[in-house]
């Protein structure tokens, strides 16, 4: 869990699901915004309770993330504003020891897909070459941030 740190990472649309999709570890997660501007989020991710504050920018920004008690996160879920996202998060090995995040969308969202690859630098983002079954770069696009589509659904 990030508890001070940069995070570095670019998202895309799926071509095309991998086809063991139900191998890999899966997450069920339920996350709400309080804020958009600055991003100010809480989310549950299966049994686990986290705030997050992140920064402006795109591929790299400031993150700063802190564990709740289920009290505290259902305190704070009646403080949000907008949708509340529910995903399944699926935990992907990708080539060079990186992890690809696949979240498939449910509820207002549903049948949306988008994945997330975290880097150790923004060099090895930027040199990232990604796998035939992603598809398009949406890193620089804000309408497909989690905050956004939680405040404006998706993008028409």
Do not use: C
């Not at 996202?85 to 207002?108: A, H, M, Q, T």
């Amino acid at each position: 869990m990030n508890i001070n740190n940069k995070e570095i990472e670019r998202k895309f649309l799926i071509k095309k699901l991998p086809e063991d999709l139900e191998s890999f570890k899966k997450y069920h997660i339920i996350q709400a915004y309080i804020s958009a501007n600055p991003t100010i989020r809480i989310r549950k991710r299966d049994e686990d309770y986290i705030f997050t504050f992140k920064g402006s920018g795109f591929i790299e920004k400031t993150e700063f993330e802190h564990p709740l008690t289920r009290e505290q996160f259902y305190g704070l879920m009646k403080k949000t504003e907008g949708r509340v996202i529910e995903k399944y998060r699926y935990i992907i090995p990708l080539e060079n020891d990186l992890i690809g995040e696949l979240d498939i969308y449910k509820g207002e969202l549903e049948g949306f897909k988008n994945i997330e690859v975290e880097f150790r630098s923004m060099e090895e983002a930027e040199s990232f070459k990604q796998p035939v079954w992603f598809g398009d770069d949406i890193s620089y696009d804000r309408r497909f941030s989690n905050a956004s589509l939680a405040f404006y659904g998706l993008p028409g």
